[in-house]
């Protein structure tokens, strides 16, 4: 039930993580698009619905979250959920950040697109908000990249008011990452045929280590990533959070050299998917 992090990863500080991500901010270096402009924001979230929801965002996602809430996005990265969530009409949206270069993201693409949201730069271990300022928290592959995750755990349930609900997601150590053996005849068979473009992965299959290519799946810089397996995730939050649901999601289709049909690549994320979504309940105070 550990987080088995990478040799890589042990002893990582949150400035390792901050330089990191302020250096390359998420969909930097893949995109065709020029950061910051209103078509390299459509770009990203066309691959973001496409791609990373296979063209529909489970209803996990926003499932009884009042359009009254109040909603922390938790790790907005360049402003995807923030909007998401602002576009809908919820009364209070706020996003955070451990980076500048992603808060300016998030609010150039509010501003862009004609909503309204609070962007603060903010640690997922120590966030700048009072006790109970939230009603509902989005945190979508971010505590994976910390390094205390637990910590961050402990601090989102902090800022949730009595009875508010989460919803994150991490790596998912899937079936064939947890077969070290099979993953690398994988690689060794199709490891030439796979790519995603740019942040340095050309050669994040190399290794034929779980650990090493969740790290680098964010670019070969990476100072940490892991994967958890669900009974992981779920020790993770245990005693913070009442777990209610837990899905996969998430197959990274645009790394083949083919198209993928629909409805294969929804069924391809549900059986194989490299996220696991946690959707829980803050327990009350004792």
């Known amino acids: 039930m550990t987080d088995r992090p990478s040799a890589k990863t042990t002893g990582a500080t949150i400035d390792d ?5 302020s250096a390359s ?7 065709s698009e020029t950061p910051g402009t209103r078509e390299w924001f459509i770009e990203h979230e066309r691959v973001y619905r496409e791609d990373g929801l296979a063209g529909e965002a ?11 809430a109040r909603v922390l996005d938790a790790g907005c990265g360049p402003g995807f959920w923030v909007r998401f969530f602002a576009s809908r009409g919820f009364a209070r949206v706020t996003g955070c950040d451990l980076t500048q270069a992603a808060v300016d993201l998030t609010r150039r693409s509010l501003e862009l697109f004609g909503l309204s949201a609070d962007v603060d ?5 120590n966030l700048p908000y009072p006790d109970a300022a ?3 928290v989005n ?3 971010v505590i994976h990249h910390t390094p205390t995750a637990r910590k961050a755990v402990e601090e989102i349930a902090r800022v949730l008011a009595p009875g508010g609900t989460v919803c994150l997601s991490v790596y998912y150590r899937n079936w064939l990452l947890r077969r070290r053996w099979l993953l690398r005849i994988v690689v060794g068979l199709a490891g030439r045929f796979v790519r995603l473009r740019g942040r340095g992965r050309d050669a994040m299959l190399a290794s034929g280590d779980a650990d090493e290519i969740v790290r680098t799946y964010d670019g070969s810089l990476n100072p940490i990533g892991r994967a958890y397996t669900e009974r992981a995730l779920r020790h993770l939050v245990s005693g913070v959070f009442a777990v209610q649901r837990v899905e996969r999601f998430y197959f990274p289709s645009r790394a083949l050299p083919i198209r993928v049909p629909a409805p294969l690549h929804r069924w391809l994320a549900r059986r194989c998917g490299l996220m696991i979504i946690l959707r829980g309940r803050k327990f009350p105070a004792a």
């Open 121 to 125: 730069v903010g640690n997922v271990e």
């Open 58 to 68: 489970p209803a996990i996602f926003t499932d009884d979250v009042s359009p009254s």
């Open 25 to 31: 901010p998420l969909f930097v270096g893949e995109a």
């Open 139 to 141: 945190c979508q592959g």
């Open 17 to 21: 993580v901050r330089r990191f991500w």
């Open 134 to 136: 939230f009603d509902h």
